[in-house]
């Protein structure tokens, strides 16, 4: 990706740095002949350490090279492993390193057949492709455009690349962050602790066919795309797209995980094919505002309107008909967007979407399958619009919106558009879906600021752990103002069956969707239907006895349920009548046996 840069004045310029730059790069090999010190030159085969001038090659994954040192040293490229039977280990501990890339990017595993692994920890700090280091210094350009690949070509084999920050550990990219990006690719990172991440393009998982991605942000760390000094730093970040892109392409895989207290910023999320699991957990947060000018964690409403600093990207995901994408958000994990793009076109799709559009904000016509499920205390704000498949050539493409129980925060503070293309005005053939799962006698509802366009959409309704009992209510929805008197279909119960006497009563208003459950549950024994198993019944029971519904077993069922609810709630003794009205009871069944007998 080309860069669009800002720097300070006060920083060093493009170009006296290049000039202290050598124009070509020499290859140099780790052996590991006298120790595991990366920086002794006999265990290098040129006999010389690596400096800014070198291709730092470690293709011998027995021995870990180790890096531990004080003040600053500078790097041409590194590259684990390579062609045939290789990969490598290093472990980064201490010291800032300047890696130019000027030259070549980077592997963390490479067409290798080996794990290749890079741990940075301690007070470790990688400053990557020259960005600026966030702290009033830097290197002051905007790098050579080269990629930091984890887990690139890896082979069919699915050996892997891994990169894996702890501690205080700081990496800053000027550019992109690959993981499992190109063809066979099988990438993975994992940052925890208080470690730092920050790209000034932009960070992906598994773009190739095939490959497989996974990323896990845990600890208190923080992963920034769109501002390679961090989020808010304008003075001196580099930016472009800002992007954070889950799987492109049918064959490729990936996986996104945040969890504890980590929390990941970017300008815009982008899922075009492949299958994508995204899942926010356990406090974790994931934010899509502008990473340049805002700064955490009062994100604000930040727009992204006409910013010089980079082209602006709409957020979509499963945008090809071949997509498959899965967001949970559980355990007081939440998610945010902020996101409106101006292209001057006029109709660019702002906030969300789902099944349909793309990184420009416009509509596609494939589309694919997304499922959004929130649960748990989960936080889902969106500052602009939700568009539900808005795809408007694929009758496959196909969303839902899953809310599961209460205690759910989901706010659509602009208009929320359920399988409706709103360039051309226009239905569209794709499915999608509300679904409610109730779990209680409280539900959480989805809050709407704009207007609810659900005419066609549709609604399921499922129970999960809860009988209900009668006499409940859940609003479901509620927004400024609701298009529409109904769903597309009738609303879907399959997986919300009531007791007998219980029927569910929707209701679809001017500025929220309802849900009851009407009548009340039939008590066994209760023949008049009075919510009690009392003498009244057998006098029923009597005067219809011989027909369906009234015999000998209709009778044991009132005889073993008299006094209902109040013994079944009291355990109170039955009343006295009971012995007489058994006595009667025997004497019409010895009736009735007569009269069959003649």
Same mark, same amino acid.
């Given at each position: ?26 290859? =140099?090999?780790? %052996? ?9 030159? /006999? ?12 291709? *730092? ?65 301690? =007070?470790?700090?990688? !400053? ?7 702290? /009033?210094? /830097? !290197? ?23 990169? @894996? ?5 700081? !990496? ?5 962050? $690959?993981?499992?990006? @190109? ?40 992963? #920034?795309? /769109? ?13 472009? @797209? ?32 492949? #299958? ?26 930040? %727009? ?58 416009? #509509? ?31 009758? =496959? ?15 659509? $503070? ?18 999608? =879906? ?42 479901? !929805? ?37 849900? $009851? ?35 000998? *077993? ?35 069944? *010895? *009736? ?7």
């Amino acid at each position: 990706m080309k860069l669009a840069t800002r720097v300070s004045g006060a920083l060093l310029s493009f170009c006296a740095l290049s000039a202290s730059q050598p124009a070509g790069a020499v290859d =140099t090999t780790w %052996t590991a002949a006298v120790n595991n010190d990366f920086y002794n030159n /006999g265990n290098w085969d040129t006999g010389v350490a690596p400096t800014a001038a070198d291709n *730092a090659l470690i293709l011998n994954p027995t021995v870990t090279a180790s890096i531990n040192f004080a003040g600053t040293r500078d790097l041409g490229s590194f590259h684990l492993g390579t062609n045939g039977a290789t990969g490598g280990n290093v472990d980064f501990s201490a010291g800032t390193l300047n890696v130019h890339a000027d030259f070549n990017r980077s592997h963390i595993g490479d067409q290798n057949s080996l794990n290749s692994k890079f741990v940075m920890r301690g =007070t470790a700090v990688m !400053l990557y492709d020259e960005p600026l280091d966030g702290a /009033g210094a /830097g !290197l002051g350009s905007p790098g050579g455009n080269q990629d930091l690949e984890i887990g690139a070509q890896t082979g069919a084999s699915g050996s892997l690349g891994l990169l @894996e920050l702890h501690d205080s550990a700081i !990496l800053r990219i000027s550019d992109d962050l $690959k993981i499992g990006a @190109e063809a066979n690719g099988n990438g993975e990172v994992l940052i925890d602790g208080n470690a730092r991440i920050s790209t000034g393009s932009g960070i992906s998982i598994s773009e190739s066919n095939p490959s497989k991605g996974k990323m896990t942000v845990g600890g208190s760390a923080l992963v #920034v795309s /769109g501002n390679s000094a961090g989020a808010g730093n304008a003075a001196q970040g580099f930016t472009d @797209e800002g992007y954070f892109t889950l799987s492109v392409n049918g064959a490729a895989t990936a996986d996104m995980v945040i969890k504890d207290s980590g929390k990941v910023y970017a300008r815009t999320l982008q899922q075009r094919g492949g #299958v994508s699991n995204f899942t926010i957990q356990d406090n974790g947060e994931f934010h899509i505002f502008d990473t340049f000018n805002f700064a955490t964690p009062n994100l604000g409403v930040s %727009t992204l309107v006409g910013d010089p600093f980079g082209p602006q990207r709409a957020s979509h995901v499963g945008q090809s008909d071949d997509a498959q994408f899965n967001l949970l958000i559980t355990g007081n994990g939440k998610m945010s967007i902020d996101a409106a793009v101006d292209d001057g076109s006029g109709l660019p799709l702002r906030g969300l979407s789902v099944s349909g559009g793309d990184n420009r904000g416009t #509509v596609t016509g494939s589309g694919g399958a997304s499922k959004i499920e929130l649960r748990d205390n989960a936080s889902f704000v969106i500052q602009q619009n939700l568009y539900m498949t808005p795809a408007n050539a694929s009758a =496959t493409a196909n969303s839902t919106l899953r809310v599961v129980g209460p205690n759910v925060g989901a706010q659509i $503070k602009g208009d929320l558009l359920m399988s409706y293309d709103p360039v051309n005005q226009l239905q569209s053939p794709g499915q999608s =879906t509300l679904t409610a799962v109730i779990t209680g006698g409280t539900h959480s509802t989805i809050q709407v600021g704009g207007e609810a366009k659900i005419e066609f959409g549709n609604l399921a309704v499922e129970l999960s752990g809860y009988a209900p009992q009668g006499g409940e209510t859940y609003t479901l !929805l509620t927004a400024n103002s609701i298009t529409g008197t109904s769903f597309l279909n009738p609303a879907d119960f399959t997986l919300a069956p009531l007791a007998s006497g219980l029927t569910w009563d929707l209701n679809v208003g001017a500025t929220s969707v309802v849900l $009851k459950v009407l009548g009340s549950i039939a008590l066994p024994g209760d023949f008049d239907s009075d919510q009690d198993v009392d003498g009244a019944d057998f006098l029923k029971w009597q005067r219809n006895f011989g027909t369906p519904g009234y015999d000998a *077993a209709s009778l044991a069922t009132w005889k073993a349920n008299f006094g209902a609810p109040a013994t079944i709630a009291t355990g109170a003794v039955p009343e006295p009548c009971t012995a007489v009205l058994g006595s009667l009871a025997v004497g019409a069944m *010895a *009736a009735y046996r007569r009269r069959a007998a003649r």
